[in-house]
């Protein structure tokens, strides 16, 4: 070691073996770092970095060994054979490559160790390549003992320093694999001149230059930087790109796209932790669940991009108004929840007061504003529930609770009053599975003329018989399907079920179809109607449809604008529950109703209260007067009868006349019979005929 030291000290330049020091220092660490991401990487991108890998050690090894070779002063004149020495650099880039191909690929245990030691070979082999392209006027000897020596030295720390590579758990290996393969070309160098003894031989003309010899020297070393920069600087970029992408993949992964929000992964992450945090310090967590009122609503008339639009607005609102130890996510289409660790009723309240300003302040959208609103359940951990699970579930029942009284927006959980949410929250997943399973029934009522008793048509009406509840009444389950966004689905199944039925009657009746306001606003309507005309084969003026003032009077000027489109393909259009609404003598004004169909209200007091037969005979003289027909609903009793036949009503309808039956017992009364095709029956005709397509079409457009 002292002879190895003495011959770096004695026999040096000590400037350019500490230039050569940092150009191995600098060159290891870039090595090391740029063969581990190799590792961690296949395919191409692996193949690229063991190419980088390559050339930097190949740059820093050769670089090294060129360096202390122009360091070193044998006292006699030095020159370089080119050919050798370019050998030499194409060496150390090969042999690295192949041993780190080696140490990254290899499955056995001792791999790694195994490539390290081609590197540390290849560093040998290009030292002493170099040196035979070392061309000094003198006798040379050669210490086999230091050069074996400076052999295994090389082989064996490369060997563990990719050892450590491969082994790393610990930041600090790095640094220690990068110190070890410093040790292993520097030792191999030094151990390496200490075996190489010269005995000048001065010769005529023989000479050298220190000063081009160092300036030779730092010349390469700066390439050498520059190359083992360029390996770092492709290194660093990567790790920074590969850093963004975690984080944005991080962030995709937790936060809603839409919104920008916490999703509900994040969601159920912050509520786990809250619930820890609450149960170790003895205190509380308050969840409210979030439901926008408006939201369906806007989406059926401005569209699905409008929605997003609000959406977007709300949450901007929304991530603004949060302080310490609350949270906000987007947890569904319209729904979100909010999280609070309780401190007293003031902070919540005054969150809650946070929230529904957020909320219920007007939006602008385009062209039109909006003041979205919504409905909040309040739950708490522990009070009200003692799992994530089971306070999330009192919380969404504590929010439909709120939705359906119009009276407050907010609602803390009550057991008591939160069963029958829970319940009718049951009821609305089943009426979802009944309408995915085909489960649902149509029933006909027959409406028949008052002066002569017969048939004039049949109303359908919508039944269910849940498996479980048996008949569930229509005033239960259509309100749910509207609260529950089944109400457009149901809406057209009725439709098409009722069309394909009557397609196929004998006599050919009129079928009578209700339209929900929820179906009224949706934007396809007419374009639905077009299509169930044509699936079926029924004749549009076998078709009547029944919708009441209040679902016209939400928007008058759109709703006739949809009512002249329907009524052009030849659709009747009957104004349903009439006497009831708000302006009924200005819609009569407004729009050409092919009937009035008059509540039961005014007919079940009609044998009672003067006032009632007053208002019927009324409404049946503006008929006549406007040659419009009147039905009358709900007539229960001879005496009702009667009294509307002597008035002069064209139409009436109810249990006295006929209960609503089932399609087969309909077939079964006689009333219908089915039309016969080719060997047997049929429920559904042919579908329209693309010339009678094009001919609706056309009528619908020159109506818009």
Not at 119 to 129: D, K, L, P
Not at 168 to 182: C, K, T
Not at 364 to 391: H, K, M, Q, W
Not at 599 to 615: C, G, H, P, T, Y
Request: glycine share 8%.
């Amino acid at each position: 070691m002292i002879t190895i030291l003495g011959c770096v000290i004695n026999e040096h330049n000590i400037w350019l073996v500490l230039v050569a020091a940092i150009v191995c220092a600098s060159g290891s660490w870039a090595v090391i770092c740029l063969f581990e991401r190799a590792a961690r990487t296949d395919g191409l991108q692996r193949a690229g970095w063991h190419f980088l890998s390559a050339v930097a050690a190949g740059a820093a090894i050769w670089c090294t060994h060129f360096i202390a070779m122009l360091a070193y002063e044998p006292g006699a004149p030095v020159t370089f054979d080119p050919v050798m020495t370019m050998l030499s650099l194409l060496i150390a880039i090969a042999g690295a490559g192949a041993g780190f191909i080696v140490a990254a690929g290899g499955s056995a245990r001792f791999a790694p160790a195994f490539g390290g030691a081609i590197v540390g070979m290849a560093i040998a082999v290009m030292h002493y390549t170099g040196m035979m392209a070392y061309r000094v006027q003198g006798i040379i000897h050669w210490d086999m003992g230091y050069l074996v020596a400076s052999v295994l030295l090389s082989v064996g720390m490369s060997a563990l320093a990719f050892h450590l590579v491969m082994r790393m758990s610990l930041p600090r290996q790095r640094y220690m694999a990068a110190g070890l393969l410093f040790l292993g070309i520097v030792s191999l160098h030094f151990t390496g001149m200490t075996a190489f003894q010269v005995t000048p031989l001065l010769l005529d003309n023989g000479f050298s230059n220190p000063a081009a010899m160092q300036a030779l020297a730092i010349a390469v070393a700066v390439v050498a930087l520059v190359i083992v920069g360029a390996g770092l600087a492709s290194y660093l970029i990567d790790g920074s790109a590969r850093s963004e992408s975690l984080d944005q993949l991080r962030h995709m992964a937790l936060n809603d796209g839409l919104t920008g929000l916490p999703n509900r992964a994040s969601f159920t992450d912050r509520l786990d932790h809250e619930i820890d945090l609450a149960s170790e310090t003895g205190g509380k967590v308050v969840l409210i669940g979030i439901d926008l009122n408006r939201f369906k609503e806007v989406n059926d008339l401005r569209g699905h991009g409008v929605g997003d639009m609000m959406l977007r607005k709300l949450g901007e609102r929304l991530s603004e108004l949060t302080k310490d130890g609350e949270f906000i996510a987007r947890t569904g289409g319209d729904e979100f929840a909010a999280i609070q660790r309780f401190v007293d009723q003031a902070s919540l309240e005054d969150f809650l007061v946070r929230l529904e300003h957020a909320l219920f302040q007007p939006v602008t959208l385009n062209d039109f504003e909006i003041i979205p609103g919504a409905s909040f359940g309040v739950a708490f951990y522990p009070d009200n529930a003692t799992s994530r699970e089971a306070l999330i579930s009192n919380a969404d029942l504590a929010m439909y609770r709120a939705k359906a009284d119009a009276s407050q927006n907010v609602c803390y959980y009550d057991q008591s009053m939160d069963d029958v949410v829970r319940a009718r929250r049951a009821l609305a997943n089943d009426l979802k599975t009944a309408l995915d399973n085909n489960q649902l029934d149509v029933y006909y009522q027959v409406q028949t003329s008052v002066s002569t008793n017969q048939i004039r048509g049949f109303e359908a009406l919508l039944r269910w018989n849940h498996p479980e509840h048996g008949f569930i009444p229509p005033s239960d389950f259509i309100p749910l399907a509207e609260e529950n966004g089944l109400i457009l689905q149901l809406g057209e199944w009725v439709l098409r079920e009722a069309c394909a039925r009557a397609a196929s009657w004998e006599p050919p009746y009129k079928v009578a179809v209700n339209l929900s306001p929820a179906q009224f606003v949706h934007a396809d309507l007419s374009k639905l109607i077009i299509e169930v005309l044509m699936s079926t084969g029924l004749p549009a003026n076998r078709l009547e449809l029944e919708l009441t003032e209040s679902t016209i009077f939400q928007d008058k000027e759109r709703s006739f604008s949809v009512l002249r489109q329907i009524k052009a393909l030849g659709v009747n259009i009957a104004l349903d529950d009439f006497g009831t609404g708000y302006s009924s003598l200005d819609m009569l004004r407004s729009f050409p109703f092919d009937k009035i169909k008059l509540d039961r209200s005014f007919i079940n007091e009609a044998e009672e209260s003067l006032q009632a037969k007053s208002i019927i005979r009324a409404v049946l003289a503006l008929g006549k007067s406007l040659e419009i027909p009147i039905l009358a609903e709900g007539i229960e009793t001879q005496g009702q009868l009667s009294l509307l036949g002597d008035e002069g009503c064209d139409e009436a309808q109810g249990f006295l006349l006929g209960r609503p039956i089932p399609i087969a017992q309909l077939l079964e009364t006689g009333k219908v019979s089915l039309i016969e095709s080719g060997t047997g029956r049929h429920l559904r005709s042919e579908p329209a005929s693309p010339e009678l397509a094009d001919e609706i079409q056309t009528q619908v457009s020159r109506s818009a």
